[in-house]
Protein backbone atom coordinates (compact mmCIF):
# COMPACT_ATOMS: atom_id res chain seq x y z
CA UNK A 1 0.00 0.00 0.00
CA UNK A 2 2.64 2.45 0.64
CA UNK A 3 4.49 1.63 -2.53
CA UNK A 4 0.79 2.65 -4.51
CA UNK A 5 1.04 6.20 -2.68
CA UNK A 6 4.93 6.42 -3.61
CA UNK A 7 3.97 5.73 -7.36
CA UNK A 8 1.14 7.94 -7.48
CA UNK A 9 3.02 10.64 -6.16
CA UNK A 10 5.25 9.97 -8.71
CA UNK A 11 3.04 10.11 -11.87
CA UNK A 12 1.07 13.71 -10.20
CA UNK A 13 4.77 15.20 -9.98
CA UNK A 14 5.98 14.17 -13.58
CA UNK A 15 3.02 15.26 -15.52
CA UNK A 16 3.23 18.59 -15.73
CA UNK A 17 6.75 18.63 -16.36
CA UNK A 18 5.43 16.72 -19.56
CA UNK A 19 2.79 19.07 -20.26
CA UNK A 20 5.26 22.30 -20.11
CA UNK A 21 7.62 20.54 -22.25
CA UNK A 22 5.26 19.65 -24.70
CA UNK A 23 4.08 22.96 -24.25
CA UNK A 24 6.97 24.47 -25.11
CA UNK A 25 7.60 22.25 -28.30
CA UNK A 26 4.49 23.84 -29.59
CA UNK A 27 5.65 27.17 -29.15
CA UNK A 28 8.99 26.77 -31.21
CA UNK A 29 7.09 24.59 -34.27
CA UNK A 30 4.58 28.18 -34.16
CA UNK A 31 7.68 30.44 -34.25
CA UNK A 32 9.48 27.92 -36.65
CA UNK A 33 9.85 29.01 -40.57
CA UNK A 34 8.25 26.21 -41.34
CA UNK A 35 4.67 27.66 -40.24
CA UNK A 36 5.97 31.37 -41.82
CA UNK A 37 3.94 32.48 -44.71
CA UNK A 38 6.65 34.39 -46.53
CA UNK A 39 7.15 32.80 -50.35
CA UNK A 40 11.11 33.11 -50.06
CA UNK A 41 11.74 29.90 -47.53
CA UNK A 42 12.22 27.37 -49.01
CA UNK A 43 12.19 23.42 -48.83
CA UNK A 44 15.91 23.48 -48.87
CA UNK A 45 16.56 26.00 -46.33
CA UNK A 46 17.03 25.83 -42.34
CA UNK A 47 15.94 28.10 -39.35
CA UNK A 48 17.60 31.00 -39.14
CA UNK A 49 16.66 31.76 -35.61
CA UNK A 50 14.36 33.59 -34.05
CA UNK A 51 14.54 36.79 -36.41
CA UNK A 52 13.50 35.01 -39.44
CA UNK A 53 10.38 33.43 -37.75
CA UNK A 54 9.16 36.84 -36.72
CA UNK A 55 9.64 38.33 -39.97
CA UNK A 56 7.51 35.68 -41.55
CA UNK A 57 5.07 35.99 -38.89
CA UNK A 58 5.14 39.86 -39.74
CA UNK A 59 4.13 39.34 -43.23
CA UNK A 60 0.95 37.93 -42.42
CA UNK A 61 -1.25 40.78 -43.24
CA UNK A 62 -5.43 40.82 -44.09
CA UNK A 63 -4.53 41.12 -47.75
CA UNK A 64 -1.81 38.19 -47.60
CA UNK A 65 -3.01 35.02 -48.85
CA UNK A 66 -1.83 32.04 -46.66
CA UNK A 67 -2.07 28.28 -46.97
CA UNK A 68 -4.36 28.60 -43.79
CA UNK A 69 -6.42 31.10 -44.29
CA UNK A 70 -10.57 30.29 -43.40
CA UNK A 71 -11.46 33.15 -46.31
CA UNK A 72 -11.87 35.79 -43.56
CA UNK A 73 -11.17 39.34 -44.36
CA UNK A 74 -11.16 42.57 -42.42
CA UNK A 75 -14.21 43.64 -43.91
CA UNK A 76 -15.97 40.87 -41.92
CA UNK A 77 -14.45 42.14 -38.42
CA UNK A 78 -15.70 45.98 -39.36
CA UNK A 79 -19.44 44.78 -40.18
CA UNK A 80 -19.33 45.18 -43.94
CA UNK A 81 -19.95 41.78 -45.70
CA UNK A 82 -19.83 41.66 -50.10
CA UNK A 83 -23.71 41.06 -50.76
CA UNK A 84 -24.89 42.09 -47.25
CA UNK A 85 -26.74 44.81 -48.61
CA UNK A 86 -28.57 42.79 -50.88
CA UNK A 87 -29.58 40.16 -48.63
CA UNK A 88 -30.91 42.67 -46.01
CA UNK A 89 -32.53 44.21 -48.81
CA UNK A 90 -34.36 41.24 -49.79
CA UNK A 91 -35.28 40.22 -46.87
CA UNK A 92 -37.01 43.49 -45.88
CA UNK A 93 -39.22 43.25 -49.67
CA UNK A 94 -40.46 39.54 -48.05
CA UNK A 95 -41.36 41.08 -44.47
CA UNK A 96 -43.04 43.94 -46.40
CA UNK A 97 -44.91 41.50 -49.10
CA UNK A 98 -45.72 39.65 -46.50
CA UNK A 99 -47.31 42.20 -44.57
CA UNK A 100 -49.38 43.29 -47.24
CA UNK A 101 -50.32 39.92 -47.70
CA UNK A 102 -52.09 39.91 -44.01
CA UNK A 103 -53.35 43.63 -44.42
CA UNK A 104 -55.12 41.85 -47.40
CA UNK A 105 -56.50 38.85 -45.75
CA UNK A 106 -57.49 41.50 -42.69
CA UNK A 107 -59.39 42.73 -44.92
CA UNK A 108 -61.36 40.28 -46.89
CA UNK A 109 -61.95 38.44 -43.15
CA UNK A 110 -63.45 41.64 -42.49
CA UNK A 111 -65.42 41.48 -45.66
CA UNK A 112 -66.55 37.93 -45.81
CA UNK A 113 -67.84 38.22 -41.97
CA UNK A 114 -69.94 41.37 -42.85
CA UNK A 115 -72.14 39.68 -45.81
CA UNK A 116 -74.54 38.82 -43.18
CA UNK A 117 -74.97 42.43 -41.91
CA UNK A 118 -74.60 44.00 -45.25
CA UNK A 119 -77.39 41.70 -46.87
CA UNK A 120 -79.98 42.61 -43.91
CA UNK A 121 -79.30 46.06 -44.51
CA UNK A 122 -80.37 45.58 -47.89
CA UNK A 123 -83.12 44.07 -47.05
CA UNK A 124 -84.30 46.73 -45.24
CA UNK A 125 -83.57 49.07 -47.74
CA UNK A 126 -85.38 47.13 -50.62
CA UNK A 127 -88.48 47.15 -48.34
CA UNK A 128 -88.26 51.18 -48.11
CA UNK A 129 -88.30 51.12 -52.24
CA UNK A 130 -91.31 48.87 -52.36
CA UNK A 131 -93.06 49.90 -48.61
CA UNK A 132 -92.16 53.73 -48.18
CA UNK A 133 -92.20 54.77 -44.51
CA UNK A 134 -90.96 53.10 -41.50
CA UNK A 135 -92.20 50.04 -39.99
CA UNK A 136 -91.54 48.75 -36.06
CA UNK A 137 -89.93 45.04 -35.83
CA UNK A 138 -91.03 43.94 -32.76
CA UNK A 139 -93.29 44.86 -30.38
CA UNK A 140 -93.30 43.13 -26.48
CA UNK A 141 -96.16 41.39 -25.61
CA UNK A 142 -95.60 42.67 -22.36
CA UNK A 143 -96.61 46.36 -23.76
CA UNK A 144 -99.65 44.57 -25.90
CA UNK A 145 -100.82 43.32 -22.35
CA UNK A 146 -100.33 46.84 -20.89
CA UNK A 147 -101.85 48.55 -24.57
CA UNK A 148 -105.10 46.20 -23.78
CA UNK A 149 -105.24 46.78 -20.05
CA UNK A 150 -105.38 50.58 -20.22
CA UNK A 151 -107.95 50.66 -23.29
CA UNK A 152 -110.35 48.18 -21.71
CA UNK A 153 -110.02 50.12 -18.07
CA UNK A 154 -110.61 53.73 -19.55
CA UNK A 155 -111.39 53.83 -23.43
CA UNK A 156 -112.46 57.03 -23.54
CA UNK A 157 -108.68 58.15 -22.32
CA UNK A 158 -106.62 55.91 -24.02
CA UNK A 159 -107.78 56.22 -27.79
CA UNK A 160 -106.33 54.32 -30.32
CA UNK A 161 -104.36 57.68 -31.10
CA UNK A 162 -103.48 58.05 -27.83
CA UNK A 163 -102.23 54.69 -27.82
CA UNK A 164 -100.64 54.87 -31.16
CA UNK A 165 -99.15 58.17 -30.31
CA UNK A 166 -97.41 56.62 -26.77
CA UNK A 167 -96.09 53.74 -28.04
CA UNK A 168 -95.19 55.22 -31.75
CA UNK A 169 -96.74 52.96 -33.88
CA UNK A 170 -99.75 53.29 -36.45
CA UNK A 171 -103.20 53.11 -35.49
CA UNK A 172 -103.65 50.27 -38.23
CA UNK A 173 -101.47 48.00 -35.37
CA UNK A 174 -103.10 49.45 -32.74
CA UNK A 175 -106.20 47.98 -33.64
CA UNK A 176 -104.89 44.69 -34.58
CA UNK A 177 -102.85 44.60 -31.16
CA UNK A 178 -106.34 45.61 -29.15
CA UNK A 179 -108.14 42.98 -31.11
CA UNK A 180 -105.77 40.17 -30.65
CA UNK A 181 -106.15 40.32 -26.99
CA UNK A 182 -109.89 40.40 -26.91
CA UNK A 183 -109.57 36.86 -29.11
CA UNK A 184 -106.72 35.70 -26.29
CA UNK A 185 -109.05 36.47 -23.46
CA UNK A 186 -112.06 35.02 -24.51
CA UNK A 187 -109.95 32.15 -25.82
CA UNK A 188 -108.63 31.58 -21.88
CA UNK A 189 -112.56 32.08 -20.71
CA UNK A 190 -113.42 29.37 -22.76
CA UNK A 191 -110.62 26.88 -21.88
CA UNK A 192 -110.35 28.45 -18.10
CA UNK A 193 -106.84 28.25 -17.81
CA UNK A 194 -104.19 31.04 -19.72
CA UNK A 195 -102.80 30.30 -23.08
CA UNK A 196 -99.38 29.06 -23.21
CA UNK A 197 -97.26 32.50 -23.26
CA UNK A 198 -93.53 30.84 -23.13
CA UNK A 199 -92.49 31.84 -26.73
CA UNK A 200 -93.65 35.40 -25.36
CA UNK A 201 -91.94 35.35 -21.93
CA UNK A 202 -88.65 33.87 -23.98
CA UNK A 203 -88.69 37.07 -25.90
CA UNK A 204 -89.26 39.56 -23.41
CA UNK A 205 -86.48 38.22 -21.02
CA UNK A 206 -83.85 38.14 -24.21
CA UNK A 207 -84.41 41.50 -25.75
CA UNK A 208 -81.13 40.61 -27.98
CA UNK A 209 -83.37 38.10 -29.83
CA UNK A 210 -85.69 40.97 -31.66
CA UNK A 211 -84.97 44.93 -32.83
CA UNK A 212 -86.76 47.15 -30.90
CA UNK A 213 -89.30 49.18 -32.59
CA UNK A 214 -89.07 52.95 -33.81
CA UNK A 215 -91.54 55.30 -34.96
CA UNK A 216 -93.82 54.22 -37.81
CA UNK A 217 -94.86 56.37 -40.25
CA UNK A 218 -96.17 56.28 -43.83
CA UNK A 219 -94.91 58.65 -46.80
CA UNK A 220 -96.01 59.07 -49.98
CA UNK A 221 -94.45 57.44 -52.88
CA UNK A 222 -94.83 60.28 -55.72
CA UNK A 223 -93.94 60.10 -59.05
CA UNK A 224 -90.61 61.61 -60.46
CA UNK A 225 -92.14 64.02 -63.23
CA UNK A 226 -92.78 67.64 -63.52
CA UNK A 227 -96.28 68.98 -62.83
CA UNK A 228 -96.81 72.06 -64.73
CA UNK A 229 -99.87 74.29 -63.46
CA UNK A 230 -101.62 77.31 -64.75
CA UNK A 231 -101.08 79.90 -62.00
CA UNK A 232 -103.91 83.17 -61.83
CA UNK A 233 -103.40 86.42 -62.17
CA UNK A 234 -101.21 88.55 -59.62
CA UNK A 235 -99.18 85.43 -58.35
CA UNK A 236 -96.42 86.32 -56.73
CA UNK A 237 -94.01 83.37 -57.44
CA UNK A 238 -94.35 82.23 -53.96
CA UNK A 239 -94.53 78.08 -53.86
CA UNK A 240 -94.39 75.91 -51.00
CA UNK A 241 -92.13 73.71 -50.31
CA UNK A 242 -91.41 70.56 -51.75
CA UNK A 243 -91.09 68.64 -48.15
CA UNK A 244 -94.56 70.28 -46.71
CA UNK A 245 -96.19 69.06 -50.16
CA UNK A 246 -94.60 65.28 -49.35
CA UNK A 247 -95.73 65.45 -45.80
CA UNK A 248 -99.37 66.94 -46.18
CA UNK A 249 -99.64 64.23 -49.22
CA UNK A 250 -98.35 61.89 -46.96
CA UNK A 251 -100.97 62.26 -44.40
CA UNK A 252 -104.05 62.38 -46.66
CA UNK A 253 -102.88 58.70 -47.93
CA UNK A 254 -102.18 57.71 -44.57
CA UNK A 255 -105.74 58.20 -43.89
CA UNK A 256 -107.06 57.04 -46.45
CA UNK A 257 -105.24 53.93 -45.30
CA UNK A 258 -106.92 53.98 -42.14
CA UNK A 259 -109.92 54.16 -42.74
CA UNK A 260 -109.88 50.77 -45.04
CA UNK A 261 -108.31 49.12 -42.47
CA UNK A 262 -110.97 49.99 -40.28
CA UNK A 263 -114.09 48.71 -42.46
CA UNK A 264 -111.90 45.44 -43.50
CA UNK A 265 -111.07 44.52 -39.90
CA UNK A 266 -115.24 45.52 -39.14
CA UNK A 267 -115.63 43.04 -41.49
CA UNK A 268 -113.74 40.33 -40.74
CA UNK A 269 -114.90 40.88 -37.48
CA UNK A 270 -118.51 40.15 -38.00
CA UNK A 271 -117.31 37.28 -40.62
CA UNK A 272 -115.54 35.43 -37.28
CA UNK A 273 -118.70 36.10 -34.98
CA UNK A 274 -120.92 34.58 -37.79
CA UNK A 275 -122.89 37.54 -39.18
CA UNK A 276 -121.62 37.57 -42.63
CA UNK A 277 -122.67 34.57 -44.79
CA UNK A 278 -120.66 33.83 -47.79
CA UNK A 279 -121.53 29.85 -48.52
CA UNK A 280 -124.13 29.43 -50.90
CA UNK A 281 -127.04 28.23 -48.35
CA UNK A 282 -127.47 31.59 -47.22
CA UNK A 283 -128.64 32.96 -50.37
CA UNK A 284 -131.12 31.02 -51.03
CA UNK A 285 -134.73 33.25 -51.23
CA UNK A 286 -136.71 33.01 -47.71
CA UNK A 287 -140.11 32.22 -47.42
CA UNK A 288 -141.74 35.99 -46.99
CA UNK A 289 -139.33 36.93 -50.00
CA UNK A 290 -136.29 39.08 -51.03
CA UNK A 291 -135.14 42.23 -49.83
CA UNK A 292 -133.63 44.36 -52.31
CA UNK A 293 -131.47 47.64 -51.84
CA UNK A 294 -132.57 50.36 -54.10
CA UNK A 295 -130.59 53.13 -55.36
CA UNK A 296 -132.54 56.78 -55.76
CA UNK A 297 -130.70 58.46 -58.46
CA UNK A 298 -130.43 62.34 -57.78
CA UNK A 299 -131.13 65.68 -59.77
CA UNK A 300 -128.44 64.61 -62.55
CA UNK A 301 -129.51 61.22 -62.84
CA UNK A 302 -126.04 60.04 -60.85
CA UNK A 303 -125.29 57.58 -58.59
CA UNK A 304 -123.54 57.44 -55.06
CA UNK A 305 -122.13 61.05 -54.11
CA UNK A 306 -123.47 62.03 -57.03
CA UNK A 307 -127.22 62.72 -55.94
CA UNK A 308 -128.36 59.74 -54.91
CA UNK A 309 -129.69 57.84 -52.01
CA UNK A 310 -130.04 53.69 -51.00
CA UNK A 311 -132.46 52.15 -48.82
CA UNK A 312 -133.99 48.82 -48.15
CA UNK A 313 -136.93 47.84 -49.82
CA UNK A 314 -138.67 45.29 -48.17
CA UNK A 315 -141.30 42.07 -49.76
CA UNK A 316 -144.13 43.64 -48.57
CA UNK A 317 -143.59 47.02 -50.20
CA UNK A 318 -142.03 49.56 -47.63
CA UNK A 319 -138.66 51.10 -47.51
CA UNK A 320 -136.50 51.30 -44.67
CA UNK A 321 -133.13 52.90 -44.25
CA UNK A 322 -130.35 50.83 -44.39
CA UNK A 323 -128.86 49.50 -41.22
CA UNK A 324 -124.89 49.22 -40.27
CA UNK A 325 -124.66 45.23 -41.79
CA UNK A 326 -126.18 46.97 -45.14
CA UNK A 327 -124.29 50.14 -45.13
CA UNK A 328 -120.92 48.12 -44.44
CA UNK A 329 -122.11 46.13 -47.60
CA UNK A 330 -122.52 49.26 -49.82
CA UNK A 331 -119.63 50.55 -48.60
CA UNK A 332 -116.97 47.95 -49.44
CA UNK A 333 -119.09 47.69 -53.07
CA UNK A 334 -118.21 51.44 -53.54
CA UNK A 335 -115.28 51.91 -56.27
CA UNK A 336 -112.33 53.55 -55.15
CA UNK A 337 -111.21 55.96 -58.26
CA UNK A 338 -107.60 56.29 -57.20
CA UNK A 339 -104.43 55.01 -57.98
CA UNK A 340 -102.97 52.19 -55.54
CA UNK A 341 -101.31 53.37 -52.21
CA UNK A 342 -98.46 51.32 -51.06
CA UNK A 343 -98.82 51.12 -47.45
Given at each position: MHNIRRLISRLSISTPRVLSHNRYEARQFMMSGSFSTDSGVGDGQKDKGL???LSGIDGMEWDSVSSWSTGLTQQH?????????SVLSNLQEMEDKLKELEAENKKSRAFVDGWDERMREISVLLKQVQEPGARGSYLKD???????RLHKQNPEVYTIEKLAKDYRIMRQRVHAILWLKELEEEEEKKLGHPLDDSVEVLLDTCPEFFISHDREFHIASLPYKPDFKVMPEGWDGITKDL???????????????YQEFVQRM????????????CHKYSRRRASNGWTFTVEKLGPRGKRGGGGGWKFASLPDGSTRPLDEMEKMYVKRETPRRRRRILP
Open positions: GSSFDGQVDGQASEKAEMYDEVHYEISQKEDEMLNFNKKKMAGEVK
